[in-house]
């Protein structure tokens, strides 16, 4: 039924948007240059690894040594203007469409980060990723990592159709007021290290 769902609303939400995500094409294209996607493996249901695709937002600045600068850098008005109006994350309804992550669930964060969470926090894998979920509309980046991990677990033990139905909503509003788009001092969230233990 959520597979469902979500190819569906997908599929219309494409065709409604298709306008609006070419404009935003063409803007990365005059403004920041080629390539316009940014292309990430993610790991997705039970950890599995599959290519996500945003909206690039950064500047391919480099050092006098040919060193990418810092993010927040690199990171102009431009792309800063493409991120909390959560276009950057448009291309993501390709990877919902093609069965990679779903409209509502837990973010797909870095491979990295696999090995580093608690048995605990791996049960976020239980679940396709989402482009939006609970821990989006409870905070966003503004909130810690602990917290965070929490409430995406939450939301594998509580998920039904009616809560991602409740989380759409939300989300709709949370993009209109920009808010929690990135913790303090960072572009979006300081990288997760890992816990001191390994078990809840």
């Known amino acids: 039924m ?11 939400a494409v065709i ?7 404009l935003v094409a063409l803007m990365i294209r005059l403004r920041l240059g080629s390539p316009v996607f940014f292309r990430q493996q993610r790991p997705g249901l039970h950890g599995k690894p599959f290519m996500l695709y945003k909206f690039r937002t ?12 810092p993010d927040e850098i690199r990171l102009g008005g431009f792309g800063k203007t493409i991120r909390k109006l ?5 291309p993501q309804l390709w990877n919902v469409l093609v069965g990679d992550m779903s409209l509502v669930g837990p973010r797909p964060l870095l491979m990295q980060y696999l090995s580093r969470y608690s ?12 482009i939006t979920g609970w821990a989006q509309v409870n905070g966003r ?12 677990v939450w939301y594998v033990d509580h998920h039904s159709f009616w809560l991602d139905l409740r989380i759409l909503l939300i989300t709709v ?15 979006t969230m300081p990288e997760f290290m890992g816990n001191t233990e390994k078990t809840p």
């Open 2 to 12: 959520k597979r469902l769902f979500d190819f569906v609303l997908v599929s219309v």
């Open 141 to 152: 980046n503004a909130i810690s990592w602990e917290k965070r991990f929490d409430l995406d």
């Open 173 to 187: 509003k949370k993009v209109f007021v920009s808010s929690g788009v990135s913790a303090t001092g960072h572009v």
């Open 119 to 130: 048995n605990h926090q791996a049960r976020r894998h239980e679940v396709r990723p989402g």
């Open 86 to 90: 959560s276009l950057d994350e448009l």
């Open 16 to 22: 409604i948007l298709l306008p609006l995500i070419l």
């Open 58 to 69: 950064m500047s391919n600045a480099c050092d006098a040594n040919g060193e990418l600068l």
